[in-house]
């Protein structure tokens, strides 16, 4: 886990090796235990370690031959390729896994990026054929940004590094804008800055320095081609042996590893399974607010470290520290994110990183096996539509009212959900539903001004959405409410992880992420995966002898939540005042502050309103303002 940025001058002009070091600098806290630079003429790479693996010879950038890379993330099963690239007869100086991606872009180019099982971005430049090769892995669980100009090609692990050169300029993308008011993160290849983009998870690019010809390619996506041949009993089997070997490649490390443990399903999961084959002592990290009962899950991760005998780690983010640390956290993000998880998150990291140096988590477990209570409700009003109009959309009935009854107790803390989703538009299509169901500007449109209420065209943001959702492999609704979730919502959640880990250099793995877990998921008949409408049903089946029976058989999942409605309108209120309601914000003229004012006393318990906005002004601050 490191920090990376590149430089390539289509001028052919050299890269000046003051301009490189600034941009590697402003992501020095990804690196702490080492850095290096390579400069050869009009490309420059430079790398900031994070030591996880080799720590004594796996310094970057690191070349073979005509080849040089710079590889942010870690490559899982290295030793596997290893032994296979020696069996060819490529010769090892280190035991790194850098050095594996070196030889196996030498032995298969690009296709390399295929067999790689890990979280990777990398930059590798071919001095023979006047080349660089871009790279990043199947979920993007490792970042890379890019900006290019007439006379650059930029890269970075952070769009802070990207903005450190005297060519990009910290100025808003108003379409992004408009996306994140929408579903609180950006589609695609774009950013909130204008003229920086992501390179997308599963895809590499192939830059040309003679004709300066950039070629970009998707080697990975989440394929639905549904495998009807094998049974119910042979997918759980391969899903537990598939999250065992997950486990088995991530726990391999030359530094300590820990566990997030937030007592929910996929956490629990991780730690049991990586818990007896980790060195002891095993160490879980547990966030945790005592502002009510429904901010703690402690009653289920301390049964969880118990069965497997670990160390635990219980940490109180309190009110004073989000005060305090907000600003700066808005800062390590780059950009406006999803939730107020950031901030408890952020926190348990922190802490982590004085015990542990690499930290597995369960990130991914909702979107590959269906753990969102949307899905639950769209399918309800689906049910109720077929037995009413004795109607069916999808090519087969995957639930009927009658078999979803049963697993509906799982709605009852999302009543008001409910009663806002079925106060218009009943049975409209399907697309036009999940819209309804991810879409969050409703009820933040009113906290805008009427001149940006203006620009907001919700029908282009809806067609933006159908491009994802309506894919052609994707047939069934469940199907396409996941892979929707897959490569829109889930980057945006890793964008957190990766950035809260980083910010306190500490290493984040998210073995459920494995490309091999969700081939197998995306290839099973929907009506197996969502039995009977039950969230997450392959998952709890292929642990059903690991999990305690209270974590396997809870309702009442929680997902970080913060008392941020309570600090608002409680001692609190003066800093969310001084951002919000400020003469910087007024003179902005994005918020209708009259409208703020009113939210800052009736924010809905777990709402995400005023954290939208509050991460929007302050983003505002920290860059645009700033430039």
Same mark, same amino acid.
């Given at each position: 886990?490191?920090?990376?940025?590149?430089?390539?001058?289509?001028?052919?002009?050299?890269?000046?090796?003051? %301009?490189?070091?600034?941009?590697?600098?402003?992501?020095?806290?990804?690196?702490?235990?080492?850095?290096?630079?390579?400069?050869?003429? *009009?490309?420059?790479?430079?790398?900031?370690?994070?030591?996880?693996?080799?720590?004594?010879?796996?310094?970057?950038?690191?070349?073979?031959?005509?080849? $040089?890379?710079?590889?942010?993330?870690?490559?899982?099963?290295?030793?596997?390729?290893?032994?296979?690239?020696?069996?060819?007869?490529?010769?090892?100086?280190?035991?790194?896994?850098?050095?594996?991606?070196?030889?196996?872009?030498?032995?298969?180019?690009?296709?390399?990026?295929?067999?790689?099982?890990?979280?990777?971005?990398?930059?590798?430049?071919?001095?023979?054929?006047?080349?660089?090769?871009?790279?990043?892995?199947?979920?993007?669980?490792? *970042?890379?940004?890019?900006?290019?100009?007439?006379?650059?090609?930029?890269?970075?692990?952070?769009?802070?590094?990207?903005?450190?050169?005297?060519?990009?300029?910290?100025?808003?993308?108003?379409?992004?804008?408009?996306?994140?008011?929408?579903?609180?993160?950006?589609?695609?290849?774009?950013?909130?800055?204008?003229?920086?983009?992501?390179?997308?998870?599963?895809?590499?690019?192939?830059?040309?320095?003679?004709?300066?010809?950039?070629?970009?390619?998707?080697?990975?996506?989440?394929?639905?081609?549904?495998?009807?041949?094998?049974?119910?009993?042979?997918?759980?089997?391969?899903?537990?042996?598939?999250?065992?070997?997950?486990?088995?490649?991530?726990?391999?490390?030359?530094?300590?590893?820990?566990?997030?443990?937030?007592?929910?399903?996929?956490?629990?999961?991780?730690?049991?399974?990586?818990?007896?084959?980790?060195?002891?002592?095993?160490?879980?990290?547990?966030?945790?607010?005592?502002?009510?009962?429904?901010?703690?899950?402690?009653?289920?991760?301390?049964?969880?470290?118990?069965?497997?005998?670990?160390?635990?780690?219980?940490?109180? *983010?309190?009110?004073?520290?989000?005060?305090?640390?907000?600003?700066?956290?808005?800062?390590?993000?780059?950009?406006?994110?999803?939730?107020?998880?950031?901030?408890?998150?952020?926190?348990?990291?922190?802490?982590?990183?004085? $015990?542990?140096?690499?930290?597995?988590?369960?990130?991914?477990?909702?979107?590959?096996?269906?753990?969102?209570?949307?899905?639950?409700?769209?399918?309800?009003?689906?049910?109720?539509?077929?037995?009413?109009?004795?109607?069916?959309?999808?090519?087969?009935?995957?639930?009927?009212?009658?078999?979803?009854?049963?697993?509906?107790?799982?709605?009852?803390?999302?009543?008001?959900?409910?009663?806002?989703?079925?106060?218009?538009?009943?049975?409209?299509?399907?697309?036009?539903?999940?819209?309804?169901?991810?879409?969050?500007?409703?009820?933040?449109?009113?906290?805008?001004?009427? /001149?940006?209420?203006?620009?907001?065209?919700?029908?282009?943001?809806?067609?933006?959405?159908?491009?994802?959702?309506?894919?052609?492999?994707?047939?069934?609704?469940?199907?396409?409410?996941?892979?929707?979730?897959?490569?829109?919502?889930?980057?945006?959640?890793?964008? %957190?992880?990766?950035?809260?880990?980083?910010?306190?250099?500490?290493?984040?793995?998210?073995?459920?992420?494995?490309?091999?877990?969700?081939?197998?998921?995306?290839?099973?008949?929907?009506?197996?995966?969502?039995?009977?409408?039950?969230?997450?049903?392959?998952?709890?089946?292929?642990?059903?002898?690991?999990?305690?029976?209270?974590?396997?058989?809870?309702?009442?999942?929680?997902?970080?939540?913060?008392?941020?409605?309570?600090?608002?309108?409680?001692?609190?209120?003066?800093?969310?005042?001084?951002?919000?309601?400020?003469?910087?914000?007024?003179?902005?003229?994005?918020? /209708?502050?009259?409208?703020?004012?009113?939210?800052?006393?009736?924010?809905?318990?777990?709402?995400?309103?005023?954290?939208?906005?509050?991460?929007?002004?302050?983003?505002?601050?920290?860059?645009?303002?700033?430039?």
């Amino acid at each position: 886990m490191c920090g990376i940025v590149g430089i390539i001058n289509r001028d052919r002009q050299p890269v000046e090796r003051a %301009v490189l070091t600034d941009m590697a600098n402003a992501i020095r806290h990804r690196g702490p235990d080492g850095e290096g630079c390579f400069i050869d003429g *009009p490309v420059g790479f430079y790398h900031k370690r994070l030591a996880i693996i080799d720590l004594v010879t796996g310094a970057q950038p690191m070349t073979t031959g005509p080849l $040089t890379i710079v590889f942010n993330g870690e490559i899982y099963n290295y030793v596997e390729l290893r032994a296979e690239l020696q069996q060819r007869g490529h010769g090892f100086r280190t035991t790194s896994d850098t050095e594996v991606i070196l030889a196996m872009y030498a032995e298969y180019g690009p296709e390399c990026v295929k067999r790689l099982n890990g979280m990777f971005a990398f930059l590798m430049y071919d001095r023979d054929r006047q080349t660089v090769f871009v790279a990043r892995d199947h979920f993007g669980i490792k *970042p890379l940004y890019y900006a290019v100009s007439d006379r650059h090609i930029l890269f970075a692990s952070e769009i802070k590094a990207l903005l450190q050169h005297p060519s990009v300029t910290a100025a808003p993308d108003h379409d992004a804008i408009r996306e994140y008011i929408t579903f609180q993160f950006v589609t695609g290849e774009n950013t909130m800055f204008s003229g920086v983009r992501k390179l997308r998870p599963g895809h590499w690019q192939m830059i040309d320095l003679a004709s300066g010809d950039r070629r970009t390619e998707c080697f990975w996506e989440p394929r639905f081609t549904i495998d009807p041949y094998h049974t119910e009993e042979y997918f759980v089997v391969e899903v537990r042996r598939l999250l065992e070997d997950a486990i088995r490649l991530q726990l391999r490390s030359d530094v300590p590893v820990g566990a997030y443990l937030s007592g929910g399903t996929d956490s629990s999961i991780v730690t049991l399974l990586a818990a007896p084959h980790a060195a002891p002592p095993f160490h879980t990290f547990t966030g945790v607010f005592r502002e009510g009962p429904e901010f703690d899950e402690t009653r289920y991760s301390r049964e969880v470290a118990a069965q497997c005998q670990a160390t635990v780690h219980e940490i109180v *983010p309190t009110e004073q520290q989000f005060v305090d640390l907000m600003p700066s956290m808005v800062y390590q993000m780059d950009e406006p994110v999803a939730g107020p998880g950031l901030f408890p998150q952020f926190i348990v990291a922190r802490c982590a990183a004085q $015990t542990v140096k690499v930290v597995l988590g369960g990130q991914g477990g909702d979107e590959i096996f269906g753990g969102y209570a949307r899905y639950l409700v769209a399918y309800l009003e689906q049910a109720i539509k077929g037995a009413i109009f004795e109607s069916n959309e999808e090519a087969e009935h995957i639930v009927s009212l009658k078999s979803i009854i049963p697993n509906l107790p799982a709605l009852r803390q999302y009543a008001p959900m409910l009663q806002t989703f079925w106060r218009q538009d009943v049975f409209e299509p399907m697309d036009r539903r999940y819209f309804r169901l991810v879409d969050r500007s409703g009820g933040a449109l009113s906290l805008f001004s009427e /001149d940006f209420r203006a620009t907001y065209h919700r029908e282009d943001l809806f067609a933006r959405f159908q491009a994802v959702f309506n894919h052609p492999d994707t047939q069934s609704y469940y199907n396409k409410m996941t892979h929707f979730d897959l490569v829109t919502g889930l980057p945006s959640l890793l964008h %957190v992880e990766d950035r809260v880990s980083m910010a306190a250099s500490l290493e984040s793995r998210v073995p459920i992420l494995d490309h091999r877990v969700a081939d197998l998921v995306t290839s099973m008949p929907p009506r197996m995966k969502f039995r009977g409408g039950e969230l997450k049903y392959m998952l709890l089946r292929a642990t059903a002898n690991l999990l305690p029976r209270r974590v396997a058989e809870r309702k009442d999942k929680m997902g970080f939540p913060v008392p941020m409605h309570l600090w608002a309108k409680g001692a609190s209120r003066d800093f969310f005042a001084d951002v919000l309601l400020s003469s910087r914000a007024r003179d902005r003229g994005i918020f /209708d502050t009259r409208e703020v004012a009113k939210l800052m006393d009736g924010e809905s318990a777990f709402g995400r309103r005023l954290w939208g906005l509050l991460n929007l002004e302050l983003w505002h601050r920290q860059f645009i303002d700033a430039a």
